[in-house]
T-cell receptor, first 111, second 117 residues
Framework: RKEVEQDPGPFNVPEGATVAFNCTYS??????FFWYRQDCRKEPKLLMS???SGNEDGRFTAQLNRASQYISLLIRDSKLSDSATYLC????????????FGTGTRLTIIP | EAGVTQFPSHSVIEKGQTVTLRCDPI?????LYWYRRVMGKEIKFLLH????????ESGMPNNRFLAERTGGTYSTLKVQPAELEDSGVYFC???????????????FGEGSRLTVL
């Protein structure tokens, strides 16, 4: 079993729609959680951290359920520029950035 | 401010040859990481430097891989001799560290794509 599991997609979504990604992780001792975004042939970039209380950044909302070991990302009013691969990332440690990545979910926003 | 830079962006070599990848982290970042993505797989941790010291090299695949960070500035990752399964994208990333920044954010370079024929 993979340490971080994601639906690879692809998700093809019309502009303006709402899209949700899910991710599960296997290690219950995991300390911190993130969504990274990666454009084609570019580097991964931090989109947002994920907290147990849930957090929002503009059109993006992230949720963490520690009991179910489940992380989600919701994108509202999707834009063409949201097309990218979204990486679910977990840090099982504290005090460093030794990150465990999911394989990523590819999203394409259709005009 | 310059981001993490990596060189070369793409390298094509034959099995058995040697390749050295270079990473220049963001200035002032003590933490430097190497990650790798092989085709169809997830990005995986290789090793972690704090300044010039190897903090964790548990992700290094085997002794054909050697990473150095002399003087605690730039880092090199040498593969010798290269095998077909070493093909992939090698990412370098840096961070200030939890002592100065608690976000856990890593800043990645664009990666060095290695193709072993």
């Amino acid at each position: 079993r993979k340490e971080v599991e994601q639906d690879p997609g692809p998700f093809n979504v019309p502009e303006g729609a709402t899209v949700a990604f899910n991710c599960t992780y296997s290690n219950s001792a995991s300390q911190s959680f993130f969504w990274y975004r990666q454009d084609c042939r570019k580097e991964p970039k931090l989109l947002m951290s994920v907290y147990s209380s849930g957090n929002e950044d503009g059109r993006f909302t992230a949720q963490l359920n520690r009991a179910s070991q489940y992380i989600s990302l919701l994108i509202r009013d999707s834009k063409l520029s949201d097309s990218a691969t979204y990486l679910c990332v977990v840090n099982m440690n504290f005090g460093n950035e030794k990150l465990t990545f999911g394989t990523g979910t590819r999203l394409t926003i259709i005009p | 401010e310059a981001g993490v830079t990596q060189f070369p962006s793409h390298s094509v070599i034959e099995k058995g040859q040697t390749v050295t990848l270079r990473c220049d982290p963001i200035s002032g970042h003590d933490n430097l990481y190497w990650y790798r993505r092989v085709m169809g797989k997830e990005i995986k941790f290789l090793l972690h430097f704090v300044k010039e010291s190897k903090q964790d090299e548990s992700g290094m695949p085997n002794n054909r891989f050697l990473a150095e960070r002399t003087g605690g500035t730039y880092s090199t990752l040498k593969v010798q001799p290269a095998e077909l399964e070493d093909s992939g994208v090698y990412f370098c990333a840096s961070s200030q560290g939890f002592g100065r920044s608690n976000t856990g954010e890593l800043f990645f370079g664009e990666g060095s794509r290695l193709t072993v024929l």
